[in-house]
């Protein structure tokens, strides 16, 4: 381009924008699902234009993700003029960052200021706070907004009847919107659907003005359920109306995803909200409902264990004591508060046995979580806290708690690599960094006979450990947590040899590997007839030598025979013990035979007459021998 061309270009662009109309800001942006990678930024104008979101991490180099538009007729919103809802993702964010943003209209900056800034999801405590029943406008609703606005939160969790009349977007302009404006636009507001929502046709405005997490909900019920991830929790929210029964039908999608869902989650909390409550007292306690709560939902909640479930409904503050199947829990159990007290008229109630707290009060309540802690306080409308639990749930063990590292049987040899199974063993994932290994991850240690067992890894539900050397026969394995103790009664075995299996393009891949490059042997890339190869392993057993576990292992012979196995054949091994440099982690190093033909082979190591799982040796050479895949599904350990 000349310089005049490009000058003509520049003036165009120049005039493009100046010309361009002014738009007409009616809803102030604010934030929709804010993840650890993604954020989305809505607003609407009075004008339709071209709407965009300036982004940043550092307030010096800026992305720009456009806006999607879209019209509201009168027709369709009751509203006297139409308007403009814009919707822009914000992508490729990070984890734990905070981010600014400004938003655009026809390139211009239409909304900009201090309080425009959020942060993306990353570990650590952090803060989330609950109410509902709040979209009328009232006196107390404009007072709980105020104290609501000088908290800071994360996020927000909206138990329900956003709308507390009609449901109709005029009332999500005037008692939604204006009332949060300030908390909206740095901290996400994650609703569920109360009745009230539902008065409008099909919830149209509630749907409408959110972007909620989409992820595995079937198409037509987006929006209506969903979960998503925030440090070390779960959150779920459900629907309950449309109508309840149709809702709430056993095997239908609602519940199947919720059963999906839960069962698929590694958090630590898992927390869920709905509107309708399933054990609170007062006006609506008479409801059909609450039969089909209790007989459909509660149960899967349970079952997977919620920690903590936020309703409405009642206009009051309601906390039952931890209930299992309707009754205080004897063990752990799940906390039902009903949070309806956020702006309209309140219902009386009465005390009943289930109950722990409650009071007929203006409210909201805010969620401290920092690690297997978290801490549940109501505000009341005065800014006085009226109640406080803090929920610390105990760790327990599953019915085989350790297992084998590499192989997941329950054989286990002094010096191996184990997993220990359970629920509520670590509030966060830890990963230990370096060797030596630490005897506490977190504040997680474990220990077998009072000896502590140096950790790999520890997290909700699994933790990878090293045993000791000297460990044998049964031993008392102790898992302590910041929550309390879990104990089991474990045997051990002198020698459990088990190859370890690592991720590999073609699926997961036993750990052998040509000795000469340090590259995986597999079908792609076979050994040779005569080539030496190594496989890493572990439950050698004892060694020939003194080392530590979780120590960075010396060279030392296994003290065990050992044996390879190819395709029936013995080979003695050129070197069995312990890998160098690594901890609870075996090596046998073996020449592939010469003259093997070429095909796939099983592959057995045998210690003191003890044989591994086989795995596979793919070994070079023009014909090939079919061999069902040995390694079954596994877990990483
Ligand atoms: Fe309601």
């Not at 009616?26 to 993840?35: A, C, E, G, I, T």
């Not at 606005?149 to 204006?178: C, I, K, M, T």
Request: hydrophobic share 40%; charged share 15%; glycine share 10%.
């Amino acid at each position: 381009m000349n310089p005049r061309t490009a000058r003509r270009v520049l003036i165009a662009l120049w005039l493009a924008v100046a010309l361009a109309p002014a738009a007409t800001l009616s809803r102030h942006p604010y934030l929709q699902n804010v993840r650890p990678d993604r954020a989305t930024v809505m607003w609407t104008t009075l004008e339709p234009g071209g709407g965009a979101v300036e982004y940043s991490a550092d307030r010096k180099s800026w992305l720009t993700a456009a806006a999607r538009i879209r019209q509201f007729a009168p027709a369709e919103t009751g509203l006297p003029a139409d308007f403009y809802q814009y919707e822009a993702e914000l992508r490729g964010l990070t984890p734990g960052t905070q981010y600014s943003y400004r938003v655009l209209v026809n390139g211009r900056v239409l909304a900009e200021d201090e309080g425009m800034r959020f942060r993306t999801p990353g570990p650590g405590p952090f803060q989330f706070l609950v109410f509902g029943d709040s979209g009328v406008g009232s006196p107390e609703q404009a007072r709980l907004a105020r104290l609501i606005e000088a908290e800071r939160p994360a996020l927000v969790l909206h138990v329900g009847d956003v709308a507390q009349g009609a449901g109709s977007f005029n009332e999500y302009e005037d008692y939604y919107f204006p009332f949060y404006r300030e908390l909206m636009k740095r901290a996400p507001f994650f609703p569920a659907p109360g009745n009230h929502d539902y008065l409008t046709r099909n919830a149209a405005a509630y749907f409408a003005v959110h972007a909620l997490p989409a992820e595995a909900v079937p198409e037509p019920d987006r929006g209506r359920y969903y979960s998503f991830d925030w440090g070390n929790v779960h959150f779920v929210s459900l629907d309950t109306n449309l109508p309840f029964s149709e809702a709430l039908r056993a095997g239908g999608p609602m519940l199947e995803w919720l059963e999906r869902d839960l069962a698929q989650t590694r958090q630590f909390w898992r927390v869920a909200w709905f509107h309708h409550p399933p054990y609170s007292s007062g006006f609506h306690q008479g409801a059909a409902i609450r039969a089909d709560l209790r007989a459909r939902l509660i149960p899967i909640l349970e079952r997977h264990r919620v920690q903590v479930v936020f309703h409405g409904h009642e206009h009051s503050y309601q906390r039952t004591l931890p209930l299992r199947d309707g009754a205080p829990a004897q063990d752990q159990g799940t906390v039902y508060i009903t949070t309806g007290g956020g702006g309209a008229a309140l219902y009386p109630f009465r005390p009943h046995p289930l109950m722990a707290f409650g009071e007929m009060t203006h409210h909201y309540v805010r969620a401290e979580v920092a690690g297997a802690r978290m801490t549940l306080r109501a505000i009341r409308i005065d800014g006085q806290e009226i109640d406080r639990v803090t929920l610390a749930p105990a760790p327990s063990l599953s019915d085989t708690p350790v297992v084998n590292a590499a192989s997941f049987t329950p054989r286990l040899a002094p010096g191996a690599v184990v997993s220990i199974f359970g629920e509520s063993l670590a509030g966060e994932e830890r990963v230990a960094e370096s060797l030596p290994l630490p005897q506490d991850l977190g504040g997680v240690s474990v220990t077998f006979n009072d000896q502590p067992a140096p950790l790999f890894y520890v997290s909700n539900s699994q933790i990878n450990a090293q045993l000791a050397f000297e460990t044998s026969g049964l031993a008392l394995l102790r898992v302590n947590t910041p929550n309390g103790s879990a104990e089991a009664v474990v045997l051990m075995t002198g020698t459990a040899p088990a190859v370890f299996t690592v991720p590999a393009a073609s699926g997961r891949q036993a750990a052998v590997v040509h000795a000469t490059t340090g590259g995986l042997v597999t079908r792609e890339a076979p050994a040779a007839p005569g080539e030496f190869v190594t496989v890493y392993l572990t439950g050698l057993g004892r060694v020939d030598g003194a080392v530590a576990a979780g120590q960075a292992a010396p060279r030392l012979l296994a003290r065990a025979p050992v044996t390879v196995l190819v395709g029936g054949a013995t080979v003695q091994p050129q070197y069995a013990g312990l890998a160098p440099g690594l901890a609870g982690v075996c090596q046998v190093n073996f020449q592939v035979p010469e003259g093997l033909a070429g095909g796939l082979y099983p592959l057995v190591i045998t210690a003191d007459g003890v044989a591994s799982e086989p795995v596979e040796l793919a070994v070079q050479g023009a014909s090939a021998v079919s061999l069902p895949r040995p390694l079954g599904a596994k877990r990483d350990p």
